[in-house]
Structure formats: structure tokens, C-alpha cells
């Protein structure tokens, strides 16, 4: 969730490449940012609270004209937002930045105090500055110091270090869910936690493993090992496009990624259904019809957003292919002593591939002799890296903290596995698989389609953005999309949202509803069409006042509702997908309307990489 950015080299002010890499990484939150850079033989380091805009006014007034520096922005874990909080952290002559969390911290600084050692901060971070500057004292160099440091580290840590005594070198260490990118360039060598950071100088990059350290200094990058051994890796060469990161013409990066949602399920699909043939290419993934037979369970595993697009892959996963499916927020999966084995399949479900509990959930299957086949949109993340098998999203990046494009690229996943499956297992005749990809074929085109709905949906945002809260409904498969509705106006507009299977309204949540309670219901035409209309029609014998979401064509519920938002159907699966982009272009508008940060809402971080 913190964002590091490094440079040494000869032609660039490190400065000017710090501040530029934090800004690209400034939808991943942050409550503050600093530098430390290299001046005339010494450290100097420079930090403020709130937005980048304060670190780069301060930089502007008395800049640091150095070419060698560490650059980071820092979202809360231990020690409140605050200057002597922000990163980087001093100790003696040493400065790092630190992306994770040191769980032994107490232990660690009631040893560091009882040997004399003083702290400015309440952070974990600075506690493993005293021990690399402690371990310098000792009469190691800088790279030695670094690895006795991590060696007392409890927890996950992605470090970038530099020290006064080594004004040529910038070490860097990593264990645990944070990602460290490292840049090659032509006498400069980069360092950040994610590519769009460094993308703008190098398309040469390499990824660190757990327990691995690097050097970089002008002359390149060397890798080595927990033991000390050198690591020969060759770079990736990265093809995105840093435009993609710009806001192309659109208010808010949301509001791009909303509308990009077409173009990202097509890519997603991109020629994974191959035209006249019963078959879905899972990019190489291979899954026997033997393997596939004989999987009794597949767990889905993810946190938030990608929770929900679990719950939905579900109902997809249990009707196409025939397997028993659960559901588990990554957070709980390993605390709950699930019952897996090698007949079972772990899907991993994280937009940044760096999500820890999702990690974490990840491992912890794999550990009892699962196959694990994540759902990730980040090439080379360290879900797909320690995966099996890797089924990417192609939703490009995704800038806005609350996701969109990443979701609905989700479900496109999800229901391209469940087909896979579904023919492996004989559960679909090659008719039957030939209506669902047709379907899946035609799902850009009806986004397309839905997105068009954007007017309507701000005249309804217009109705309501002033209410103090909202319900959402919906059965079946169109729970999680209320779950996943509630969740984006909350996350937003700060409405209070809760989403509810609508059979479930009268077990109390009707407690709650009265002529100023929003309650959103998804009411296409679908099995329980009927059963959705009688929850309905309970809300609006309390008075509540109901934004329907139906079919096309479906002029009876206009009596029925007080705001009507009509979608295209698409078969009752993939209109899940199709019925959440009305409920993002809402919850879009209300927080517009609101004037809240649409892009950076208050108190979220885009990668979660700590429990």
C-alpha cells in the first residue's frame, strides 16, 4: 500500500525522479511522504504530511540537488499520521523506507532502549535503522549490516537503505507480501514498489524474491541470496504504455476505468475462446480432463472487491462444472483450519497480486499439496509468481483506489474457469458451451451498451446523494453484486451502505427503513424475478424509497419504483456482470455530488500488503 521510489545515477536529480515516481504511485494511499537524498557527502532528509503536493512545495523552496536518494509515501499501519511518523527514518548515519509491518517490534525496541538507544518515532521502521546503523558500528559494511538487521525481523518488510558511509550504494531487501521492482538504465539504476513509478525512465526491470537483497549503484543491479550467493536473473522487459495512466480526458481515474470496463473484458477475453471450437485456452494452464475430474472442492480466496467476485465465480463455478465451491475471505481461510488436500483447487483472487491475507491464504493451501491457479492483473506479482498456474485479467492498470475494471475482469475470469471445467468434467455438452461463449462474446458489446445508462444514473444520484444511508438488494447471484454495490458507495461517498440478500430484508434490516432510506434493488428478469418484486413491494409498504434496477423492456415495475435504471440482458450468469455498472456509475455520481475524493478515498490503500 506505500509506495517507494529509488535512484542513483549521474543524469537525473534524484529529487525530480523521486517526486514524479511517488506521484504514479499516489493511488495506493498515503497519509504522508519524504525524501532522503545524498548531499554533498551527507543525508539529508525531508518529510511532510498529507498529500505529495506538501513534499514537493517544501523540495521547490529548498531543493536537494543530489543524484542519489530514496523517496516514500507512507499509509498508517503503527504511529499516527505525523512528520516524525513519515518515512524515511533515520538512525546514526543510515535513512531506509520500509513498505510491510515488523510484527516483534516491542520486543525489538524494549532491547534497542535498554541498550541506549533513543527513538523520534512510534513506527516499526525506525526500529530497523538502529539495528543496521547498530550493526554498522559493529564493523560490517552495508550490505552485511542490512542482512544481520533482517535476520532479527519478524513480519514482512520491503526495505530500501542508505547510509552515509556508502554514499556509492543503495541496498534494498525483501520478505513477505511487498513487491520491490528494480530498474536497469544506462549508468542509473531505479528502485520502486510498483512499475508505473519507474516505467516513465526503464522498461528493463527485475523482481526481488522473498529473502533476496540487491545492490544497485551506477554501474547496475546485484542480486544475491539469503546465504550470501550471487543471483543471476535476466530483466523483463515491460510493454505498458505509461498513457494508460493518465486520465485520457476523463474528471477521475474511476471514472476512466468505469467506462474503460468494455475494452478490459474484451482484452480479458481477448482469444481465450477460439472461434468453432468447443475449448477455452487458459494461456498454457495444464488442466487434464483427469485433473479436473478428480477435483472434490475448490476454495475461492480474496479479500474486499475480489471477495465479492468470488461469490459470484460461485454460483458460476457450481453451475458450469459441477464442483463444490467455497468462499472464504483470505483474512479467515488459514485461521479456520480448512479441510484441503491435493484433490482440491486454491484460486487466489487479487487485482495487485500482492495482497498479504490473499498470500498468505495462497500458501497455506499449497502447503497442505493443493494446486493453486490465481486470478491476478499484475504480471510477475508475488500471487502469480508463487502460483501454479496463472489465469491474468488484462484490466490494465487500475488507478483508483476503489476497483471497477478489476472486478468485472474478475468475473470474466471466473466464468472463463468454470467453462473450462465444465467441459473437462463433461458437466457442459459442446452445445450447451457453445451458448455461454456466444454469450460471453457479446458481454463487451452489452457494457458498451450499459454504460450509456451514465445520464439516467446521475439524475438518480441527483435524487438521493444527500441520503445518510442506503440499502441494496438482491438474490442469487445478484447478492454479491449488492454486496459489491454497497461496498462501492461507502467506500466513496462515506454514505453508510449495507447490501443484503433481499429474502433476508425481514429478518432486520426492514427495521430500518422509513421515507428516508435509498433502497436500491436488482430486479432483472431472472427465476426469482417474482420474489424479488415482493421484497420490493415490502419496502415500499414502510415507505422506503426504491431505485430499481430491471430489464430492458420491463415497464411494469415503473408503478412499482421510484427511479428505474433499465440494463440489457445477457443470460442469467453474466449479468452480474452487466448489473454492477449501473451500481458503480452511482455510487460514482453521489460521491461527485458529495465533493469526496473519488479516486484517493480517505482512509483506503489500493494494494493491501499487511494483515
Not at 454479491?480 to 454495490?485: K, R, T, V, Y
Not at 411494469?556 to 455498472?581: C, H, N, Q, Y
Request: net charge negative.
Amino acid at each position: 500500500m506505500c509506495g517507494i521510489v529509488g535512484y542513483i545515477g549521474e543524469q537525473r536529480l534524484a529529487q525530480d525522479v523521486l517526486l514524479e515516481g511517488l506521484g504514479r504511485l499516489e493511488y495506493r494511499g498515503y497519509d504522508s511522504a519524504g525524501v532522503a537524498i545524498f548531499e554533498d557527502g551527507r543525508l539529508d532528509v525531508r518529510r511532510a504530511v498529507g498529500k505529495l503536493s506538501n513534499l514537493g512545495g517544501m523540495l521547490r523552496d529548498e531543493p536537494l540537488p543530489g543524484r542519489v536518494g530514496l523517496g516514500h509515501t507512507r499509509w498508517a499501519t503503527h504511529g499516527r499520521p505525523s512528520e516524525p511518523n513519515a518515512h524515511p527514518h533515520r538512525a546514526g548515519s543510515v535513512a531506509i523506507v520500509h513498505n510491510g509491518i515488523i510484527e516483534n517490534y516491542r520486543e525489538l525496541r524494549e532491547e534497542l532502549a535498554a541498550a541506549g538507544r533513543s527513538f523520534a518515532s512510534e513506527t516499526d521502521t525506525e526500529l530497523i535503522a538502529h539495528l543496521i546503523d547498530r550493526a554498522l558500528e559493529s564493523g560490517l559494511d552495508l550490505l552485511e549490516s542490512v542482512r544481520e538487521a533482517t535476520g532479527r525481523l519478524v513480519g514482512s518488510y520491503a526495505l530500501g537503505v542508505l547510509c552515509e558511509r556508502d554514499p556509492e550504494h543503495l541496498v534494498v531487501a525483501k520478505h513477505g507480501g511487498s513487491p520491490i521492482i528494480l530498474g536497469l538504465g544506462e549508468n542509473e539504476s531505479f528502485l520502486a514498489s510498483d512499475i508505473p513509478a519507474i516505467l516513465p525512465y526503464t522498461r528493463q526491470m527485475l523482481f526481488l524474491d522473498d529473502g533476496e537483497f540487491a545492490v544497485l549503484s551506477r554501474a547496475g543491479v546485484q542480486i544475491t541470496d539469503a546465504e550470501g550467493h550471487l543471483v543471476e536473473r535476466a530483466p523483463s522487459t515491460i510493454h505498458w504504455d505509461p498513457i494508460s495512466a493518465e486520465k485520457g480526458g476523463y474528471d477521475r481515474f474511476m471514472q476512466k476505468e468505469i467506462f474503460e470496463q468494455p475494452r478490459a473484458v474484451r482484452d480479458t477475453i481477448g482469444t481465450r475462446l477460439p472461434e468453432g471450437e468447443a475449448d477455452v485456452d487458459l494461456d498454457g494452464i495444464d488442466l487434464s480432463p483427469q485433473e479436473a475430474k478428480s477435483l472434490e472442492r475448490v476454495f475461492l480466496v480474496a479479500c474486499g472487491t475480489a471477495y465479492y467476485a468470488g461469490l459470484v465465480g460461485k454460483y458460476m463455478l457450481e453451475r458450469l462444472a459441477g464442483i463444490p465451491t467455497e468462499v472464504d475471505l483470505a483474512s479467515e481461510f488459514r485461521y479456520r483450519d480448512p479441510i484441503v488436500d491435493q484433490n482440491c483447487l486454491i484460486v487466489p483472487i487479487s487485482q495487485s497480486g500482492e495482497t498479504a491475507d490473499t498470500l498468505a491464504a495462497l500458501r497455506e493451501g499449497k502447503e497442505a499439496g493443493a494446486r493453486v491457479l490465481s486470478i491476478c492483473n499484475v504480471r510477475d506479482a508475488t500471487i502469480a509468481r508463487e502460483s501454479h498456474d496463472v489465469l491474468y485479467t488484462h484490466a490494465g492498470p487500475e488507478i483508483g483506489v476503489a476497483s471497477t475494471k478489476a472486478f468485472t475482469t474478475q468475473l470474466v475470469a471466473l466464468y472463463l474457469l468454470a467453462l473450462k471445467l465444465g467441459l473437462a468434467r463433461r458437466r457442459l455438452s459442446p452445445e450447451e458451451f457453445e451458448e455461454h461463449a456466444r454469450d460471453l462474446r457479446r458481454l463487451p458489446r452489452i457494457l458498451e451498451q450499459t454504460l450509456q445508462l451514465d445520464g439516467p444514473v446521475r439524475e438518480v444520484a441527483h435524487r438521493y446523494f444527500r441520503a445518510s444511508n442506503f440499502l441494496f438488494l438482491g438474490r442469487g447471484i445478484m447478492y454479491p453484486i449488492a454486496l459489491e454495490g454497497a461496498l462501492k458507495l461507502k467506500e466513496i461517498s462515506y454514505i453508510h451502505a449495507e447490501g443484503y440478500a433481499a429474502g433476508e430484508m425481514k429478518h432486520g434490516p426492514i427495521a430500518l427503513i422509513d421515507e428516508n432510506m435509498p433502497v436500491v434493488v436488482i430486479a432483472n428478469d431472472s427465476p426469482v424475478y417474482e420474489k424479488v418484486i415482493s421484497n420490493l413491494e415490502e419496502v415500499r409498504a414502510r415507505d422506503g424509497q426504491v431505485i430499481a434496477v430491471a430489464s430492458e423492456g420491463n415497464e411494469r415495475i415503473t408503478e412499482k419504483a421510484d427511479a428505474v435504471i433499465r440494463v440489457p440482458e445477457l443470460g442469467d450468469l453474466l449479468m452480474a456482470v452487466v448489473a454492477i455498472i449501473p451500481l458503480q456509475l452511482l455510487a460514482y455520481h453521489v460521491a461527485v455530488l458529495k465533493g469526496t475524493d473519488v479516486d484517493q478515498p480517505r482512509n483506503l490503500a489500493k494494494s493491501v500488503t499487511v494483515e
